[in-house]
């Protein structure tokens, strides 16, 4: 068995353990709830119906989207070692770094199948009340996704060294940072405070910078995404995420499990 099908075999096993999972049903509950409210909010608001529905429904899906990373990739690579299953695969002929990206890849599929129903569900909200399902929609719905693969290699990254309480504490403290990165840099350039513009703006490049990937704004205004933006921003989180799943291997690869 080469090294393609045996990622690929761990990636299929992956999905399923994690497709078994409650907490994704709970979550994808909450989040329908949370885009069919888009709805009654509406009515709260006069003359910004189609705003509040794309507003809402692309915050749902990336909201409850973070939250099926974060806690189903922090928990991967753990339950593995906890029920001693990974010594039974890693005494076959499975590479560590197969291990890994197996992991990683039968997330992906996961997040993808539940960005694809809450994303239905967004579009059922849109075609019910007569609002038009844009480009920039697309766009937005497909940077999600990007985010949460990114999100998703941060998770990994950490889990594959530490455990998923802190693991996850990591991952949510790098998401909220990384949307605030902007700010924080403003922030330095206009204090007074010494090292401190230095330390955010070496922060602002080295950290994941989240940001870059957020077109809900955009989308929801109805404003035009131009497509070399959406090419960079998608090349970002591939690279990004590429390093960080790179780090993962290399960590745990050094790990001891005895």
Same mark, same amino acid.
């Given at each position: 068995?080469?090294?393609?099908?045996?990622?690929?075999?761990?990636?299929? /096993?992956?999905?399923?353990?994690?497709?078994?999972?409650?907490?994704? !049903?709970?979550?994808?509950?909450?989040?329908?709830?949370?885009?069919?409210?888009?709805?009654?909010?509406?009515?709260?608001? +006069?003359?910004?119906?189609?705003?509040? !529905?794309?507003?809402?429904?692309?915050?749902?899906?990336?909201?409850?989207?973070?939250?099926?990373? +974060?806690?189903?990739?922090? /928990?991967?690579?753990?339950?593995?070692?906890?029920?001693?299953? #990974? !010594?039974? %695969?890693?005494?076959?002929?499975?590479?560590?770094?197969?291990?890994?990206?197996?992991? !990683?890849?039968?997330?992906?599929?996961?997040?993808?199948?539940?960005?694809?129903? %809450?994303?239905?569900?967004?579009?059922? #909200?849109?075609?019910?009340?007569?609002?038009?399902?844009?480009?920039?929609?697309?766009?937005?719905?497909?940077?999600? =996704?990007?985010?949460?693969?990114?999100? $998703?290699?941060?998770?990994?990254?950490?889990?594959?060294? $530490?455990?998923? =309480?802190?693991?996850? %504490?990591?991952? @949510?403290?790098?998401?909220?940072?990384?949307?605030?990165?902007?700010?924080?840099?403003?922030?330095?350039?206009?204090?007074?405070?010494?090292?401190?513009?230095?330390?955010?703006?070496?922060? =602002?490049?080295?950290?994941?910078?989240?940001?870059?990937?957020?077109?809900?704004?955009?989308?929801?205004?109805?404003?035009?995404?131009?497509?070399?933006?959406?090419?960079?921003?998608?090349?970002?989180?591939?690279?990004?995420?590429? @390093?960080? %799943?790179?780090?993962? @291997?290399?960590?745990?690869?050094?790990?001891?499990?005895?």
């Amino acid at each position: 068995m080469n090294s393609a099908l045996r990622v690929w075999v761990l990636a299929l /096993n992956t999905y399923r353990e994690a497709v078994r999972d409650k907490l994704l !049903y709970n979550l994808l509950l909450f989040a329908g709830l949370m885009i069919a409210s888009s709805i009654l909010l509406a009515q709260l608001q +006069i003359g910004k119906d189609e705003r509040i !529905y794309r507003d809402v429904g692309l915050g749902a899906i990336a909201f409850f989207g973070v939250l099926i990373a +974060i806690f189903v990739g922090i /928990n991967l690579v753990y339950r593995e070692i906890s029920t001693k299953t #990974v !010594y039974t %695969m890693l005494s076959k002929p499975v590479r560590r770094w197969e291990f890994i990206l197996g992991k !990683y890849l039968g997330l992906l599929s996961l997040l993808a199948v539940e960005v694809a129903i %809450m994303s239905a569900c967004f579009l059922g #909200v849109l075609v019910w009340k007569g609002s038009e399902f844009s480009m920039g929609l697309v766009w937005a719905i497909g940077m999600i =996704y990007l985010e949460l693969a990114l999100v $998703t290699a941060i998770a990994m990254f950490f889990s594959s060294f $530490t455990s998923p =309480y802190l693991a996850g %504490m990591f991952t @949510v403290a790098l998401w909220i940072i990384g949307h605030l990165l902007a700010d924080l840099r403003a922030f330095g350039q206009h204090s007074d405070i010494a090292g401190l513009k230095e330390l955010l703006e070496a922060l =602002y490049w080295t950290l994941p910078n989240l940001d870059r990937l957020d077109f809900k704004a955009d989308a929801a205004a109805g404003n035009p995404i131009e497509l070399a933006r959406a090419s960079m921003a998608a090349l970002y989180a591939l690279l990004y995420s590429f @390093v960080l %799943m790179s780090g993962a @291997v290399v960590l745990f690869q050094r790990r001891d499990f005895r």
